[in-house]
């Protein structure tokens, strides 16, 4: 079974702090994704990663940045966190050749609070 | 503008009852994907469909391309099955989302 791991499932954090929110997966994925989901709104992209080192904004990538190392992990970053980056992040990764056709792969989640 | 319309949004069933739940899109899509989200967070893959029809256990997922509109069915709901389901249109590398159908069975 494919498993996306993220490093907490609650933080939370103080206006300004720099915020790191990791995400691995073990099934050898090349393509890595990074949403937050908001009440009303649904899910989000925030980033996405095709390969090691390689990233390509979402449609809301402002306050935030990604790294990509190593295949198997993706980090979110919130350099300096706002109260209204409060929010469900959730991970996700999916195999290559994708065209939307195939199985995203989600992990847990972590629900980031900032005060 | 949202590229994915969910209906409806809140659903409250009886254990037992047929359940139906309605995603319409407005984009070229690749693949309709449905997902279920349990309280707590975690999202999972129900069902990925281009065409036709598609039947795990009790869901059925139903996709009409023409009328860019997918159905997802639920027979013999369970409290088990309460949780909110995800439509999600995919297209080239970009997925749409809905904002979800947040379904109650009760007991």
């Known amino acids: 079974d494919v498993k996306v791991t993220q490093s907490s499932r609650y933080l939370v954090k103080r206006t300004g702090e720099k915020v790191f929110l990791e995400c691995v997966q073990d099934m050898d994925h090349e393509n890595m994704f990074w949403y937050r989901q908001d009440p009303g709104l649904g899910l989000r992209l925030i980033y996405f990663s095709y390969d090691v080192k390689m990233k390509e904004k979402g449609d809301i990538p402002e306050g935030y940045s990604v790294s990509r190392e190593k295949k198997e992990r993706f980090s979110l970053i919130l350099e300096s966190a706002s109260t209204n980056q409060t929010s469900m992040y959730l991970c996700?990764?999916?195999?290559?050749?994708?065209?939307?056709?195939?199985?995203?792969?989600f992990g847990p989640g972590t629900r980031l609070t900032v005060l | 503008k949202n590229e994915v319309e969910q209906s409806p949004q809140n659903l409250t069933a009886q254990e037992g009852e047929f359940i139906t739940i309605n995603c319409s899109y407005s984009v070229g899509i690749s693949a309709l994907h449905w997902l279920q989200q349990h309280p707590g967070g975690g999202i999972v893959s129900l069902f990925m469909?281009?065409?036709g029809k598609k039947k795990h256990g009790r869901l059925i997922a139903t996709i009409n391309i023409q009328e860019k509109h997918s159905s997802l069915h639920i027979t013999a709901s369970h409290p088990r099955d309460s949780a909110v389901y995800i439509c999600?249109?995919?297209?080239?590398?970009?997925?749409?989302f809905g904002t979800g159908t947040s379904l109650t069975v009760i007991p």
């Open positions: 469909l281009s065409s």
């Open positions: 999600a249109a995919a297209t080239g590398n970009q997925f749409y």
């Open positions: 996700a990764s999916t195999t290559p050749g994708w065209e939307g056709r195939n199985e995203q792969f």
